[in-house]
Structure formats: C-alpha cells, structure tokens
C-alpha cells in the first residue's frame, strides 16, 4: 500500500449532514444539513493534510439532490480529473441519496483517478460526530495504491459505487454492499483493498455534452408492488395533469420482480402512450428474474433507486440522438 496524504486532493462539498450544524445544542440529533463549507470540515480532521483544495457544488440536504445539482458536480470532476497535478477527487454528500449521486457518476466513468465519496449519519458538531473519521478515511483512501473507480466510504468500509445501498438509520451500520464485495476495509487501522469496480450494465446514457446540456431531468417514478396494492395509483400517474409529462416508471416488483396480473393492463397503457417501464425487486440485494413472468417492461438488475436514475439517462440519450438527427 501506498499512502501519498501531501499529494494534491480536490475536496468537492454538496452539503449534507456531514455539514450540517444542530439546531439547538441540547438535542443533537435535530440540525440542518449543509450549513457548513468542505473547507469547514477539514478542521475537525486532526491530521496536517497539506495540498488540498476545496470547492463547494452545494450546500443542500441530499434528499434535494437533481439534475442542476449533478451538472454542477460533473462538471467540477471532469475539471478536477484533467488537471495533471491532482490525484483524485473526495466528495462529501448527504446519506439519502449518496448511492444515486454515485451510481450516476459511475455510469460515467471510467474515471482515470480515484472518486471518494463519504458522508455521516451525524452533524458537524455533534459530540459523536462521525463525519471527521470518515472524512479522514477517504481522503488516505484515495491514495491506496489500489484506489481505483467510485466509491463510498463509509465507517472503515468502502463500498463501490454500483453495490451500496443505505440500509438503516442506525448512525454505524447505514450502508451495505449486500453480497458484493467491499472495495477496501480499514484493518487494524489500514485499508486493505478487496476488489475492483464491477462494470455497469450496458445502458444508455447521454454523452457527457448531452448531460450537462439538458435543461430538465425526465419525469420518472417509481412504484412498489406489495400485498393488497391495487393499480389505481399508476392509473392516477398516467391520468394526472402535470407541466412535465411521465416518461419512465419504475417497478419494484415483490421477491424476483412480480406484480398481480391486474397491473398487466396499466402497464399496458403505459407503454402504448410512451412510457418507459422498468421491472426490479424491491427484495434489497435481489434482482428482477425471469421466472417471475413479467409480461410488462424490461427487466433490470439494478435496485429501484439505481433503476430510477439510469432510466433517466437512457431518456436523456434517446432526447440526443433524436435531436441529432
């Protein structure tokens, strides 16, 4: 392992919990998220790291997180990752919705240096605060000589971009990778790197132009199948007056991505008015399997909140190559 802490690092800020400052110091865990710069947090890290720079993209809540947002964000790591004196980016977020900031930023790679993303279950100024450490963590991750693709960091683990799910609101155990492997684990107090980036899928996605071009995100939501659900709610979904038309739905189907035949006829009308249908498994490490019968969509192996932001960009590459021609 090679550890190169003076090496030049860009600290990319979105804001989140990990910079976030309670409301009232006698109740720790009610504060508001983002309040605080990435230069902010990197005095609460006792180690001297000398050669980092610091940009904040936003400073929101990530349960906020959109289209500008990510067009923000992109644009700083492509800026970051063609400048010959820097070795990789760290990115600090919010928890809620880090796995789809990450699997966006894969789904553009590959990256030719490193991407850490961390975050915390904690605010800044919490008297447990967990933000330090982690931020601690990814910033000597990066520089592992085997640091490699997009990844998350999180409590002495790094999950890859395509894996991590958060899974709890237990502040130590928010996120997992399921049965994919880790990419790195903090060993008696050294990462230890466990595997390389899986590949995505083969899904379309805009050129990166294309992406940071577009002037709306396309509409797409996502239902859950569960015992007693009825169709009436897609019904409503299609039949709804909206300024933004639906363009994509997102199943996520019981076990291996099953739903009772009666929503076989929504469906149905879905895709006739050019809705864009996409059946995973709301089972949290399953996937959508073909002995589930869907009769309806495209299967995907991704987990619903994935599945939403990878439909949106195979619409985005639809929108380019029709504007194309």
């Not at 995505?200 to 996502?222: C, H, M, N």
Request: aromatic share 6%.
């Amino acid at each position: 392992m090679s550890l190169k802490i003076n090496a030049k690092t860009v600290v990319l800020g979105t804001g989140g919990t990990i910079a976030g400052i309670r409301k009232s110091p006698g109740n720790p865990d009610i504060y508001e998220s983002g309040r605080l710069g990435a230069a902010d947090l990197i005095d609460s890290v006792s180690e001297d790291y000398s050669g980092l720079e610091f940009q904040d993209v936003a400073q929101i809540d990530s349960k906020n997180m959109g289209l500008p947002i990510w067009q923000s964000l992109l644009k700083a790591l492509v800026q970051a990752q063609s400048r010959q004196d820097v070795a990789g980016v760290v990115i600090t977020h919010g928890t809620d919705t880090i796995e789809e900031t990450a699997y966006l930023l894969h789904a553009f790679g590959l990256w030719p240096k490193p991407v850490v993303m961390t975050c915390a279950m904690r605010p800044a100024d919490h008297p447990m605060a967990d933000g330090p450490v982690n931020l601690r963590d990814a910033l000597s991750l990066l520089h592992h000589a085997q640091a490699q693709g997009v990844c998350v960091v999180f409590n002495g683990q790094a999950h890859h971009a395509l894996h991590v799910q958060k899974i709890s609101t237990d502040p130590l155990k928010a996120f997992s990778s399921g049965f994919a492997s880790l990419a790195a684990e903090k060993i008696n107090g050294k990462w230890v790197w466990q595997s390389t980036p899986t590949a995505t899928a083969k899904l379309d996605i805009p050129s990166l132009a294309g992406f940071l071009g577009a002037t709306q995100w396309p509409r797409v939501e996502w239902l859950t199948h569960h015992a007693g659900s009825s169709s009436e709610m897609m019904e409503a979904l299609l039949n709804a007056q909206s300024h933004t038309r639906l363009r994509g739905l997102v199943i996520a189907g019981t076990g291996a991505g099953t739903y009772k035949d009666a929503w076989n006829d929504s469906l149905q009308k879905a895709i006739e008015v050019g809705v864009a249908v996409w059946i995973s498994s709301r089972c949290a490490w399953g996937n959508a399997l073909p002995q589930a019968h869907q009769t309806m969509g495209q299967r995907v192996d991704l987990p619903p909140a994935k599945a939403c932001v990878a439909l949106a960009l195979s619409l985005l590459s639809q929108d380019e190559k029709k504007s194309a021609l």
